[in-house]
């Protein structure tokens, strides 16, 4: 258990540098889903499964879905203004 | 401020932090040893008590429910806050019909494999929502985390659909009625209390048998108007959004449609 801990933790801190190091939006917002997904993990394996229920619905697919929403309509005003 | 004194600066500043950090870890109790007394005590009296066994959900809906109210209401206030943001304004047009893609781009059509894996999913899912939203004095979960398992009900819609599968499964009066009632029904369980002569947010409600789905009181009726309230509003957050990007165009910034 106190390995599937440290790797999940290591993990964590990986993909979650990974997504700050990012700097294309677009590129960043997969990144931050499947940051996500490894967060949910993380509750998992520490034994909070009903944070994990939350974190995988609103971490994994809400939160990108919010942001690659926000990046369209931009583009969208981009386009208008050329 | 040029390039090399933000350097110096953000390298102080993070050496400082650093430092502090550090200071605050060492007064940290050992991984895994948990010091204080109100955890074991919420472990050996929640059955007894609210004959809850998910003692998670019995803290949250009844012995601090006060706070997860106020916790409810930043949600509604939060989904209010961008609906109204979001909201169409007196120049928008509307694009009819909607085209959830970039003017000229031709995307493949959505896959076989992954409309029948989404069409397949959408009644576990449900099921498995309403499920978790029942069974939160029971089992992990309870109204919050049921609630966002049911409102990604309609994004695997949109995922194995387009926008206007999404537009047909979804409603923007309803979800908006839905998420007040469970918000407010929140609120008016806690008054309901009043009138018997109890403080706020008292569990009246007989407790019934350990191990029911009818069961600890309050607990389950909060846990079912939460998720209700939790459902609507990332609906209407999410539809909010979607108009936003994809139909509400200001004057100027139509598609400009292949011919």
Redesign the interface.
């Known amino acids: 258990m106190i390995v599937m801990q440290v790797a999940v933790l290591l993990f964590v801190a990986i993909t979650g540098t990974a997504v700050v190091f990012t700097r294309n939006p677009l590129h960043q917002v997969i990144g931050l889903a499947f940051y996500g997904l490894v967060m949910t993990l993380m509750f998992f394996i520490f034994q909070a499964?009903?944070v994990a229920?939350?974190q995988i619905?609103?971490g994994a697919?809400?939160i990108p879905?919010?942001v690659l929403?926000?990046l369209?309509?931009l583009?969208?005003?981009e386009?208008?203004r050329k | 401020m040029n390039h090399q004194m933000r350097t110096a600066l953000f390298l102080a500043g993070g050496l400082g932090f650093f430092c502090f950090y550090l200071w605050g870890l060492h007064g940290l109790p050992g991984f895994g040893h948990y010091p204080g007394p109100y955890g074991d005590i919420i472990n050996a009296l929640t059955v007894y008590q609210r004959h809850a066994t998910?003692a998670?959900?019995a803290v949250n809906f009844d012995y601090r429910g006060f706070d997860t109210l106020g916790e409810e209401f930043i949600l509604f206030t939060s989904v209010m806050g961008a609906n109204l943001l979001l909201r169409k304004q007196k120049d928008d047009r509307e694009e009819d019909p909607p085209l959830d893609r970039?003017?000229g781009r031709i995307v493949p059509p959505t896959s076989d494999a992954i409309r029948v894996a989404g069409l397949a999913l959408v009644v576990p899912i449900v099921v498995f929502g309403l499920y978790?939203v029942a069974h939160g004095q029971l089992t992990?979960?309870?109204g919050?985390?049921?609630g966002?398992?049911l409102?990604?009900m309609p994004?695997i819609i949109y995922l194995c659909g387009d926008y206007n599968a999404f537009d047909r499964v979804t409603s923007h009066l309803l979800s908006e009625i839905a998420e007040a009632v469970g918000a407010g029904g929140y609120a008016v369980t806690g008054v309901i209390a009043i009138f018997f002569g109890l403080p706020f947010l008292t569990n009246f409600i007989p407790l019934g048998q350990t191990g029911d789905v009818l069961s600890s009181g309050t607990i389950f009726v909060i846990s079912v108007l939460t998720g209700i309230e939790v459902a609507a509003g990332?609906v209407v957050?999410?539809i909010s959004?979607?108009a936003?990007?994809?139909v509400y165009?200001?004057p100027?910034?139509?598609?400009?449609r292949l011919p």
């Open positions: 499964p009903d229920f939350s619905v609103i697919v809400v879905l919010m929403l926000t369209a309509k583009k969208v005003k386009q208008g | 998910d998670v959900t970039a003017d978790t992990p979960g309870g919050f985390q049921g966002v398992i409102a990604s994004l990332l957050l999410m959004f979607f936003q990007a994809l165009r200001k100027g910034n139509e598609n400009r």
